[in-house]
């Protein structure tokens, strides 16, 4: 896995950024199934995966502000 910059991740068009936080939710729910089943190794996996979908909602809101601002 990458990680991207929030720079790179801001050029993103909508459609994408939505696209990566779908994938990231469901990366989110395999790692927990695997916790759960006691399948896991690298538990920080997790804690990485919640930070991700968090900065991508971050910058998703960023945009709604920045859209609600200008009206």
């Known amino acids: 896995m990458v990680k991207q910059t929030g720079e790179e991740v801001r050029r ?3 459609q ?21 089943s006691r399948q ?5 996996e997790l804690r990485n995966a919640r930070r991700k979908i968090a ?5 998703k809101r960023e ?9």
């Open 63 to 71: 945009r709604e502000l920045a859209t609600l601002g200008e009206e």
């Open 55 to 59: 900065r991508l909602r971050t910058i």
């Open 40 to 44: 896991l190794e690298n538990y920080r």
């Open 12 to 14: 993103w068009d909508d």
């Open 16 to 36: 994408r950024l939505n696209h990566e936080i779908n994938e990231a939710y469901r990366a989110l729910f395999t790692l927990r199934f695997q916790h759960a």
